[in-house]
T-cell receptor, first 116, second 112 residues
Framework: GAVVSQHPSRVICKSGTSVKIECRSL??????MFWYRQFPKQSLMLMAT?????????EQGVEKDKFLINHASLTLSTLTVTSAHPEDSSFYIC????????????FGSGTQLSVL | DQQVKQNSPSLSVQEGRISILNCDYT??????FLWYKKYPAEGPTFLIS?????DKNEDGRFTVFLNKSAKHLSLHIVPSQPGDSAVYFC???????????FGSGTQLTVLP
């Protein structure tokens, strides 16, 4: 199956710093990438949708200036959590879809962000 | 308002028996459903899907049933194995970007 690589898998940072998470599709061109967030014992909540070469579409309640998404190529999307605060501590997961992967989304392995 | 609901947060089953995980949805326009399995600190992995034109799809030990009139789907795992212990999410496709909307998940524990 299609492979999506996400790193880092774990980040611990101080409050006020920015953290960048990378998501790469390894064996297909990802026309659309999605970023999800999961708090403990809760569901995966969609944060934003990005298409290559265009601005991301953010879900209601997600601050676009805080969660910067760049989808500059068909194989790479990045999520930057700017000026992170403890309440941003969460598990962030990217997923990708290419033209040939139908409706299935393939997920990265996730990034556990802990802001001290 | 949750569009996809999994009302059982947890389920325990003896090894070798059947596991049945349930999911309800609210919008009759949803036409494609998926089940994902997730281990802690990992991304979800795709298990099985079903289109609304079918009422059953089977893949090895996993079978998904869809009851459109009841807006209900279920995932059957038989026989259950300890390695099946994980959180299972049902999901549907929605929105202009055809993004996944997940249920809240059910923690399955298969006891040896």
């Amino acid at each position: 199956g299609a492979v999506v690589s996400q790193h880092p898998s774990r980040v611990i940072c101080k409050s006020g710093t920015s953290v960048k998470i990378e998501c790469r599709s390894l064996d297909f061109q990802a026309t659309t990438m999605f970023w999800y967030r999961q708090f403990p014992k809760q569901s995966l909540m969609l944060m934003a949708t990005s298409n290559e070469g265009s601005k991301a579409t953010y879900e209601q309640g997600v601050e676009k200036d805080k969660f910067l998404i760049n989808h500059a190529s068909l194989t790479l999307s990045t999520l930057t959590v700017t000026s992170a605060h403890p309440e941003d501590s969460s598990f962030y997961i990217c997923s990708a879809r290419g033209d040939r992967t139908n409706e299935k989304l393939f997920f990265g392995s996730g990034t556990q962000l802990s802001v001290l | 308002d949750q569009q996809v609901k999994q009302n059982s947060p947890s389920l325990s089953v003896q090894e070798g028996r059947i596991s049945i995980l349930n999911c309800d949805y609210t919008n009759s326009m949803f036409d494609y459903f998926l089940w994902y399995k997730k281990y802690p600190a990992e991304g979800p992995t795709f298990l099985i899907s079903i289109s609304s034109i079918k009422d059953k799809n089977e893949d090895g030990r996993f079978t998904v049933f869809l009851n459109k009139s009841a807006k209900h789907l279920s995932l059957h795992i038989v026989p259950s194995q300890p390695g099946d212990s994980a959180v299972y999410f049902c999901a549907t496709i929605s929105g202009s970007a055809r993004q996944l909307t997940f249920g809240s998940g059910t923690q399955l524990t298969v006891l040896p």
